[in-house]
């Protein structure tokens, strides 16, 4: 089991900056890929960047490519989303995930909250 909480979202201006954290717990956290998504109402959870459980493998949506940086810290059994150069459609709730594989939010098994993020323009 591992229980997932997010934090850092808020309100910014476009083109600035927020990192959010998700702090995991359980001792199986280094072991897993974990994955962050982002969801507005009316629509699917959309798939914006995952890391393995090494981070030697990272992979980003076309949509935030170049902008946002994933890492993690498996001694703090925590993950990270660097969001930079934010645009107002980058607005939503964002969620981590854990214990996945791929890029469809279906294939994940534990999730946090999530944590909203509002840019405005």
């Known amino acids: 089991q591992v229980q997932l909480v997010e934090s850092g979202g808020g309100l910014v201006q476009a083109g600035g900056s927020l990192r959010l954290s998700c702090a995991a717990s359980g001792r199986t956290f280094s072991t897993y890929l974990m994955g962050w998504f982002r969801q507005t109402p009316g629509k699917e959870r959309e798939f914006v960047a995952r890391i393995t459980w090494s981070g030697s493998t990272i992979v980003y949506a076309d949509s935030v490519k170049g902008r946002f940086t994933v890492s993690r810290d498996n001694a703090k059994n925590t993950v990270y989303l660097q969001m930079n150069s934010l645009k107002p459609e980058d607005t939503a709730v964002y969620y981590c995930?854990?214990?996945?594989?791929?890029?469809?939010?279906?294939?994940?098994?534990?999730w946090g909250q999530g944590t909203q993020v509002t840019v405005s323009s």
């Open positions: 995930a854990a214990g996945g594989r791929g890029i469809s939010a279906a294939a994940y098994d534990y």
